[in-house]
């Protein structure tokens, strides 16, 4: 596995003509950025050797690399579910690949059910933490020496980056909630009995990607953070009915929103990162290992 790694990020440094430290998931409620990217190169998944090649309708699978109001960005066009078959390895290859190239702050969004009450649809949901209920870890299998064996889970969402998105929301006048992401298999949407187990569990919206690319990404050191869009409502007194289409319409109008907050982030956090350059983590303890 580790020499599939090696291999694609060798494969892409050869050709990248930036150094990008800040990563970009374009999930769902994201798609909207990629054309704010300028100066932008381009590698289609199916081009990358040893790349997973997504099939969701809908998901360009592609690796945008440019400038993001002039910060250099790496993007993730199209992401890897669980539920369309790839293993746990696969769906998190490409932030295994970003840690070889250098990316220490990763940024995702995703659609999600709300079940917290005071929820409503095309609400933006900033992630404070996650309950794993994926029935494989991704960190399954021989420990990679980017972190512990046993990893602490403590801060997986970045505090720092929250109080920044807060920050933000509030100077662009955006309201934003807060909560936790539970992470779920698929491909079905939650039973109304499913919701409120979900809710009880302490959870405040359900959705099906994320959380294994924020665990391993968190395992390498590398800071999160990850907004959902809430596209549809289940586990209290409401319609519970939901479909793709529905999901898309919620997640398209909250769209600007979104994209406002995650540029103007990734502009504000690298000019932070480059008053801090001494703190953050360069070394790699990957290298030489098999
Ligand atoms: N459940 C799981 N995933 C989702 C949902 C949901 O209700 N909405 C959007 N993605």
Redesign the pocket.
């Known amino acids: 596995m580790y020499t599939k790694i090696q291999e694609t990020a060798s494969w892409l440094k050869e050709r990248m003509t930036t150094s990008p430290k800040t990563a970009i998931v374009l999930g769902t409620g994201l798609g909207q950025l990629a054309s704010e990217i300028t100066d932008t190169y381009e590698f289609p998944y199916q081009d990358i050797p040893n790349f997973p090649v997504s099939t969701v309708e809908g998901h360009k699978g592609k690796l945008i690399f440019g400038k993001l109001g002039g910060v250099d960005i790496m993007a993730m066009q199209g992401r890897f579910h669980f539920y369309e078959g790839y293993s746990m390895k696969d769906v998190t290859f490409p932030v295994r690949v970003m840690y070889e190239l250098g990316i220490t702050t990763l940024y995702v969004s995703n ?3 709300g079940m917290n009450p005071q929820f409503k649809i095309g609400d933006l949901m900033i992630i404070t933490d996650h309950i794993n209920l994926f029935p494989e870890h991704p960190l399954r299998g021989k420990n990679f020496p980017t972190g512990p064996r046993f990893p602490d889970m403590h801060e997986t969402y970045d505090h720092n980056l929250i109080a920044e998105a807060d920050s933000i929301a509030n100077d662009l006048n955006i309201p934003v909630q807060h909560g936790v992401y539970v992470g ?1 298999q ?1 491909p079905t ?2 039973t109304p009995a499913e919701y409120k187990m979900y809710r009880i569990f302490g959870g405040d919206a ?3 990607s994320t959380v294994p690319e924020v665990i391993v990404a968190h395992h390498c050191g590398i800071k999160t953070f990850g907004i959902s869009v809430i ?2 409502l ?1 586990g209290f007194d409401v319609p519970v009915e ?1 479909s793709h289409e529905e ?1 898309q319409e919620a997640a398209n109008m909250a769209q600007p929103k979104m994209t406002a907050i995650m540029r103007e982030m990734i502009i504000r956090a690298e000019r932070i990162q480059a008053h801090n350059q001494d703190k953050f983590n360069t070394d790699h303890p990957t290298e030489g290992w098999k």
Do not use: H, I, Q
Request: proline share 0%.
């Open positions: 659609a999600a059910g779920v698929g949407f939650e359900v959705g099906m596209t549809d289940g939901v999901v």
